[in-house]
């Protein structure tokens, strides 16, 4: 599963197993327009890019996003019938795929409030759970997560730092840790290396960005 998840550059993820999945695809290079699913975590500019989804996305493109977000979507010119929408610890099976909503929110900054309802996902593709945090804190309910595979933020400012990301995924004990959301807007690859040091060596990290 690994070899099938790439990230294009932030947070922009991209799962080809089965079907074709997006995570808030942003600064695609490519116009693929090969995506099955585009999920959306929240209407950041980083995250919800209306130039980079219509590169992904083909057709009869199914899209997710949190019910807080309905608006923006459907005012970026995504149709109603192929919009679905998710609050936390809500469950969709889209497409073979099981999607749970998590919350992803801030703790001890201003940048994404719990009240937002914004969310993180898991992804039940086959025998694998990947949760996919977005832009969160550490928080009970993301340590709650049953997952193989997380991809957490690790780059500061907007999210949780590299100390805090490490010692979340010590608490949250997946199989393997994919660092996101640093070396590009924010963050750089210093992240990448202190993410590592703290990381339990029982852990495998896998680096995407480099």
Known sequence: MLD???INEHSSIRIDDKVIAYV?????????HDADLILFTHPHFDHFS???????AKADTIYVC??????EALDAG???????????EENL???GIEIEGVPAYNTNKPNHPKEKGWLGYVLEIGPHQIYVAGDTDRIPEGEAVQCDIALVPIGGT???NAREAADFINALRPHTVIPTHYA???GSLDDAREFIKHLDREIEVCLKIV
């Open 66 to 71: 949190p019910l807080s977000m309905k608006k």
């Open 184 to 186: 590009s807007i924010v």
């Open 78 to 88: 995504i149709a109603p019938a192929q919009l679905r929408t998710l609050e936390a």
């Open 50 to 56: 209306p130039e980079d989804f219509r590169k992904a």
């Open 4 to 6: 099938n998840i790439t």
């Open 158 to 160: 907007y999210t949780m």
């Open 93 to 95: 099976g889209i497409l």
């Open 24 to 32: 808030d695809p942003f600064r695609l290079k490519e116009e693929r």
